[in-house]
């Protein structure tokens, strides 16, 4: 769309009736989220797809071809904003993204994929800036920071430096670097960190935090230090105290399987904090969640039920969220110049999204989509990302014991529901016939990491705790941060075999295997990390999936998404990677055996 300066004399000519407007709404309560009032009995004309006169009256705008929305006392609030996110986690492209979650009120998303360059490197983060660049929302693009995420402990199928960010920085629509997950090299002054940081603050563009550790002390006070303007990786009210002291954006998450809002929102209802400092975001939300529950409009909704009051928790998600990227002038309000995003909803706390307008044009009603937003074609070399070196067997999932032993000590991955890091746990297991057993029992299940990006053939065995599998099964992933190779979690190696070969035939995704019989599958073919087809025919393979898991024993809620995050070493505290098990407290390679 033309920027505000190019359409700033229709947008006056308008305000002042002497031309006609595209768009008039009438009758509508105004949530201004710059003065924190709802004002009754307002119109709204709209220009050139952006707001032109927001006021008491509206009719000195309306024209023979003027379209006219009756809001008949509805709230009107401005377009919803993600402030972070990874499209990836979705299963689906951005246009199959933007298709799910514009019916929720969602106008405005600002995403790090970092997944797909990972695995396609550069080129990939260009495919989706270009997508990004097609979508009739505002889809902004931040440069992926880390990858890989934790060097020396994980090897990605690209890599990527302050050569790629300075290059990136000149592209149309990056808005910032994505979050900095490598904080311990941040903290220790690592050149090439510091190097992509300076290239983005030179560019005069936002650099995405990313602090998952619980120490506030010198650690995070260096990190800070180090030109991070903001951080979702906070858990407890005192994370958001600290950021915000700091002078940083805390983001609160509600994602499919991060509940980190509702401990976080107690900084401002009860400790006080300026609720201007905080931001509502995703970060991770699969298919499922989007078709099923909601985006933005889920989290507001959250939020409010946490004590937030309603006005404050849409300031969240919309004017804040434009402040932090430098885009107040642009969206995050309903305000003359402003791209004219904005929803109709009858309420404003449970959120009902009624009406979506996007720069001027009705995109959805009633909870569907009413525009058409072509597919957008991938080539063949995102497609064909599953190098493996041969189909895997039983025998690959052994794992030895030291000589003599009858019994051992191992380390184990704990996995906690609804959170994103993990526990380091030691378990006593079994040795029958030299090779360490699983105990089902126990709810301990086997792990492994298989490399796909380079073909060497490598499995990383361990154990896992945590999912509650009751029967022989396996489920196989290539979803698996943040370097992507695949993981196994099963109580089978047979079935841990065959689930693995057939994410190898289909090109990547996720297959779920009980006693030889294949249960689910969703197949994502582009990277590895996306299907290409629609969301919700993606979100209906994946609860076969979820309901498949469960009928093996796993109760855990999100539990795939859960299982994607097994071999993220940059969050504590024990990981897997294509170079062992990592304690991510220390950032080194342990041992199995204790």
């Known amino acids: 769309m033309k920027p505000w300066p190019d359409t700033a004399h229709r947008l006056i000519a308008t305000a002042m009736g002497r031309e006609k407007a595209d768009m008039v709404i009438r009758g509508g309560r105004w949530v201004n989220v710059h003065s924190g009032e709802i004002i009754p009995a307002t119109g709204i004309a709209i220009a050139a797809g952006r707001f032109a006169y927001v006021g008491p009256d509206a009719s000195h705008c309306i024209g023979k071809d003027t379209q006219v929305i009756e809001a008949e006392g509805r709230y009107l609030v401005p377009g919803l904003c993600d402030a972070h996110m990874h499209v990836e986690s979705g299963m689906v492209t951005v246009t199959e993204f933007c298709r799910a979650v514009i019916p929720h009120g969602t106008t405005s998303m600002f995403i790090d994929p970092h997944e797909i360059a990972n695995v396609l490197g550069l080129p ?39 050569d790629e960010v300075r290059e990136a920085m000149g592209w149309p629509n990056i808005i910032g670097l994505g979050e900095m997950m490598n904080f311990p090299g941040v903290i220790a002054g690592d050149g090439k960190m510091l190097a992509e940081i300076a290239a983005t603050q030179r560019a005069g563009k936002v650099v995405g935090g990313h602090y998952a550790s ?30 915000v002291r700091q002078g940083m954006r805390a983001m609160l998450r509600l994602g499919s399987a991060w509940y980190d809002v509702a401990a976080q929102v107690k900084a401002v209802t009860e400790h006080g904090l300026d609720p201007r400092n905080f931001i509502l975001c995703t970060d991770d939300s699969h298919s499922g969640t989007l078709v099923n529950e909601g985006h933005m409009n889920r989290v507001v909704r959250h939020a409010i039920a946490q004590g937030l009051k309603p006005v404050a928790a849409i300031q969240m998600a919309t004017l804040n969220t434009a402040q932090h990227f430098g885009l107040e002038r642009e969206l995050g309000s309903i305000a003359p110049g402003r791209r004219a995003d904005l929803i109709l909803t009858s309420d404003i706390a449970s959120l009902p999204i009624e009406l979506v307008i996007a720069r001027g044009r009705v995109l959805a009603e009633d909870g569907k989509l009413t525009a058409d937003i072509p597919a957008y074609a991938y080539p063949e070399d995102a497609r064909r990302t599953m190098h493996m070196k041969r189909a895997l067997t039983a025998k690959d999932f052994d794992i030895a014991a030291p000589a ?98 057939i994410l190898k035939d289909i090109g990547g995704g996720l297959a779920l295997v009980s006693e030889g019989k294949e249960l689910a599958r ?21 609860g076969k999936l ?30 897997i990677s294509d170079e062992g098990l990592i304690d991510v407290t220390s950032f080194r390679k342990v041992d199995l055996f204790v």
């Open 522 to 542: 969703v197949e994502m073919p582009i990277a590895g990390l996306m299907s290409d087809e629609r969301a919700e025919i993606v979100a209906e393979k994946a």
């Open 124 to 162: 990939g983060v260009r495919l989706m800036h270009d997508e990004a660049m097609a979508m009739p929302v505002n889809v902004f693009v931040q440069m992926p920071s880390c990858v890989p995420s934790a060097p020396g402990l994980e090897n990605p199928g690209a890599t990527l430096g302050p």
């Open 404 to 501: 003599g032993r009858n019994q051992v000590d191992v380390r184990v991955i704990g996995v906690i529901e609804n959170q994103a890091p993990t526990r380091a746990l030691q378990k006593t297991l079994k040795v029958q016939s030299g090779l360490v057993e699983m105990d089902r029992a126990n709810d301990v299940a086997q792990i492994a990491l298989v490399e796909r990006h380079k073909a060497t053939g490598k499995v990383v065995n361990a154990f896992v705790s945590g999912f509650g599998y009751s029967r022989d099964c396996a489920l196989a992933s290539t979803v698996a941060h943040d370097s992507h190779h695949m993981i196994v979690v099963g109580t089978n190696k047979q079935d841990m075999a065959q689930a693995a070969n």
């Open 546 to 575: 979820v309901a498949a898991m469960k009928a093996c024993g796993c109760n855990l809620n999100n539990a795939n998404m859960q299982h994607s995050l097994l071999a993220l070493v940059v969050i504590p505290e024990l990981r």
């Open 214 to 243: 619980p120490d506030l002390g010198l650690p995070f006070h260096a990190y800070a230090a180090g030109g991070p303007a903001d951080d979702h990786e906070g858990t407890r009210a005192e994370d958001a105290i600290a950021r």
